[in-house]
């Protein structure tokens, strides 16, 4: 497990900042009637043009550069000719490489109204992140970050998708260690300053159950029920952590 030095962590955190501002861009696009390919290509042109990398593409052969998910896909969905319509939810997820470094956020939009059972489970996804990165600080394990996520969503009636994790990042997208969603704390790695993770719960309003699309990628809910997902990428500091992913 990695430790990385502070002008690694400077040169993240200009590729999280680019992927911030990708997010903030992409925003004023979503409305009903968009296609996902539209905001694939809005993503893509805005990294360029801020001379970054969007690492997606063709990551073991992925067609898009960045992940697009409406309501019950959980991750990995392909940009495409769908249409957003009123009342959706979308889930976009990119990696952002610079100067050799990567970066990793994901954040749920609403598509024009959306139902009060909907707008809970965003809210108390984003919500169960933030009690994730509450509990980081050297010293502390993986697991204490995973069973504050999983206690908060099963406090708020949400189930916790078991298959996806987040990870460690770096100069590679996917670096050890993982970071479940789930499980007991005081267990797994000892985080030290200086580690960069990508927290990431996927909770679901349904059952927890996931299924793999035949285009082999995208991972949907079994039961069909709405999926919510944000990430971060953060370094644990000295006495807690920093979003490297933010303004
Ligand atoms: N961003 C995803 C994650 O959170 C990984 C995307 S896989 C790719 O780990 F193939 F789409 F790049
Ligand atoms: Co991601
Ligand atoms: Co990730």
Redesign the pocket.
């Known amino acids: 497990m990695d430790i990385k030095s502070e002008r690694e962590i400077h040169l993240m955190k200009e590729a999280g900042h680019i992927n911030y501002l990708a997010h903030k861009e992409v925003e004023k696009y979503i409305r009903p009637g968009v296609k996902t390919k539209e905001l694939d290509k809005k993503i893509h042109d805005f990294i360029i043009s801020h001379g970054a990398t969007p690492s997606?593409l063709g990551?073991?052969g992925?067609p898009g550069s960045a992940?697009i998910c409406v309501n019950d896909e959980v991750?990995?969905g392909i940009p495409g000719n769908r249409k957003l319509k009123n009342g959706d939810i979308v889930k976009i997820?990119?990696?952002v490489r610079k100067n050799g470094y990567e970066s990793?956020m994901?954040r749920t939009y609403f598509v024009g109204e959306v139902s009060t059972e909907v707008k809970q489970l965003v809210e108390d996804t984003e919500k169960a992140l933030y009690e994730g990165l509450s509990v980081i600080k050297p010293g502390k394990r993986i697991g204490d970050i995973s069973h504050a996520i999983e206690e908060y969503a099963h406090q708020h009636g949400l189930s916790v998708v078991e298959e996806l994790v987040g990870?460690g990042i770096g100069t590679h997208?996917?670096e050890d260690p993982e970071v479940p969603n789930y499980g007991p704390a005081g267990k797994g790695p000892i985080l030290k300053k200086g580690m960069t993770l990508?927290i990431?719960p996927m909770l679901n309003l349904g059952k927890k159950d996931v299924v793999l699309l035949d285009n082999d990628w995208t991972v949907v809910t079994e039961d069909k029920s709405p999926s919510c997902h944000f990430?971060h990428t953060i370094v644990v500091t000295e006495d807690g952590y920093e979003i490297l992913t933010g303004e």
């Open positions: 997606c990551y073991e992925f992940c991750v990995h997820d990119f990696t990793d994901t990870h997208m996917h990508a990431e990430e």
